[in-house]
């Protein structure tokens, strides 16, 4: 699992409440330069001279056991994150974090896709049941899995993720807009952030939603 960075006190928070309890602490990264990562993945992508719609690369299993496609995805911006249906981590909490972002966009336009690196383990059926343990909805919040190596590509060739590996992954949350191109990657842990991420979210979003 990603390395906790260090700890503020659990306040200001403006968009999303955390799941846990008051007398706990938020914990932020050392330093919040630019929030959503935004200017080093531009970089990062200038680099690689990748494709400006990189990030349709992928295809894996959703829970219900059918094939989803990252073209599938078009027409809406989603939020990605990495996780697995047994880590003794900071997995459950991540998961709550992005059951209040659904509950935040129930019924907007917008999609959120959490991807497991234990396919081993997390077979559409084990999804499922996790999926329902944290009532997310089949049509806005998806659950992949499917051959490790794959999805190991994706999360450090497509989202520029370090630590994606069997059972590990980073504290972060990536929001992909409706054309497919990666806006941010955002720290989960971290109240800003989240909050940044947020109106990110809101701002792809057409006025009318």
């Not at 343990?133 to 190991?152: H, M, P, V, Y």
């Amino acid at each position: 699992m990603a390395t906790k960075q260090g700890e503020t006190p659990g306040a200001g928070r403006l968009e999303i409440e955390s799941m846990e309890s008051s007398d706990e602490q938020d914990e932020e990264p050392q330093a919040v330069r630019d929030p959503g990562n935004r200017k080093q993945l531009a970089e990062l992508r200038q680099a690689s001279k990748l494709e400006p719609n990189w990030t349709r690369a992928f295809e894996l299993t959703e829970r219900s056991g059918e094939t989803v496609r990252s073209e599938d995805l078009l027409g809406q911006p989603y939020v990605a994150c990495f996780f697995f249906s047994t880590c003794p981590g900071t997995c459950k909490r991540q998961s709550g974090e992005m059951r209040l972002l659904q509950s935040k966009f129930k019924g907007k336009p917008v999609r959120f896709v959490s991807i497991s690196v234990d396919p081993e383990n997390d077979t559409p059926e084990a999804l499922r049941a996790y999926a329902d343990s944290f009532n997310a909805d089949s049509q806005q919040w998806l659950f992949l899995t499917g051959d490790l190596e794959k999805i190991i590509k994706v999360g450090t060739e497509m989202f520029f993720l370090p630590g994606v590996e069997k059972r590990g992954h980073p504290d972060r949350f990536c929001l992909v807009n409706a054309q497919g191109d990666l806006v941010g990657s955002y720290v989960w842990l971290d109240s800003q952030e989240r909050e940044m991420l947020v109106k990110h979210i809101e701002e792809l979003l057409p006025e009318s939603n």
